[in-house]
Antibody
Framework: QVQLRESGPGLVKPSETLSLTCAVS????????WSWIRQSPGKGLEWIGS???????SYSPSLQSRVTISIDTSKSQFSLRLASVTAADTAVYFC???????????WGQGALVTVSS | EIVLTQSPATLSLSPGERATLSCRAS??????LAWYRQKPGQPPRLLIY???NRAGGIPARISGSGSGTDFTLTITSLEPEDFAVYYC????????FGQGTRVDIK
C-alpha cells in the first residue's frame, strides 16, 4: 500500500521559509515524479512544482523564484522549501506522485501551514 | 498560462441521477487532462487521466471525454460517494487546475 505523509511546522512567520517533507512508503521513488500542490482555505488547487527521482525539477512560473523541491532517495522522501512567505501562502500543502509527470495518482493527506506572526 | 473554466459551479442532483460536468481550456491541451474528486478533509482522488482513461479502482459509471479545449466528466448514476467537488487539471503547459464543480444532494 502506497503512503505519502507530509511533515513540518504548522506555523511560519512572514518573510521566513516554509519547509515540508513528504515521506514515501510502499513504492520505489525511482522512475516516479513527485509533486507539491497546495489549496488555500476554501479555495481550489494550485500546482507548486514537480521533480523526477533523477533530480530534474519543474516549478510553477508564479512561484519559481521562491521554490525549491529536492529529493533524498536514501530516505524515501522529498522536500519543499518556499522562501519569503506571506499570509497568501497559508494553505494545505499536499505531496503527490505518479509514474508520469502529467497527473498524480498518489496523494498525502495534506499539511496545513499557516503564515502568521 | 492555460486557464481551465469549469461549469456549472454547483450541480444539485439526487442519487441515481446523471451528472454532466464541463471543463473548457483557454487553448488546446490535446488530451493532457485529468479529473479529480475531492471530499471534505481529504486529498483529491484521480478519476480520469488522458481525458478518457479511468484510473485504478474507478467504477465504470464514471467516464471522461473530449479533446482540445472541451472536456466532459459524466457520472451515469450518482452514488452517495459521488457528492463532492470535482476538479479538472491540464498538463499540456505546466499544470493548472479548474476552479471546481460542487455536486451536492438535491
Amino acid at each position: 500500500q502506497v503512503q505519502l505523509r507530509e511533515s513540518g511546522p504548522g506555523l511560519v512567520k512572514p518573510s521566513e521559509t516554509l519547509s515540508l517533507t513528504c515521506a514515501v512508503s510502499g513504492v520505489s521513488m525511482s522512475r516516479h515524479y513527485w509533486s507539491w500542490i497546495r489549496q488555500s482555505p476554501g479555495k481550489g488547487l494550485e500546482w507548486i512544482g514537480s521533480l523526477h527521482y533523477s533530480g530534474s525539477t519543474s516549478y510553477s512560473p508564479s512561484l519559481q523564484s521562491r521554490v525549491t523541491i529536492s529529493i533524498d532517495t536514501s530516505k524515501s522522501q522529498f522536500s519543499l522549501r518556499l522562501a519569503s512567505v506571506t499570509a497568501a501562502d497559508t494553505a494545505v500543502y499536499f505531496c503527490a506522485g505518479d509514474s508520469r509527470n502529467t497527473w498524480s495518482f498518489y496523494w498525502g493527506q495534506g499539511a496545513l501551514v499557516t503564515v502568521s506572526s | 498560462e492555460i486557464v481551465l473554466t469549469q461549469s456549472p459551479a454547483t450541480l444539485s442532483l439526487s442519487p441515481g441521477e446523471r451528472a454532466t460536468l464541463s471543463c473548457r481550456a483557454s487553448q488546446s491541451v490535446s488530451t493532457s487532462l485529468a479529473w479529480y474528486r475531492q471530499k471534505p478533509g481529504q486529498p483529491p482522488r484521480l478519476l480520469i487521466y488522458g481525458a478518457s482513461n479511468r484510473a485504478g479502482g474507478i467504477p465504470a459509471r464514471i467516464s471522461g471525454s473530449g479533446s482540445g479545449t472541451d472536456f466532459t466528466l459524466t457520472i451515469t448514476s450518482l452514488e452517495p460517494e459521488d457528492f463532492a467537488v470535482y476538479y479538472c487539471q491540464q498538463s499540456s503547459d505546466w499544470w493548472t487546475f479548474g476552479q471546481g464543480t460542487r455536486v451536492d444532494i438535491k
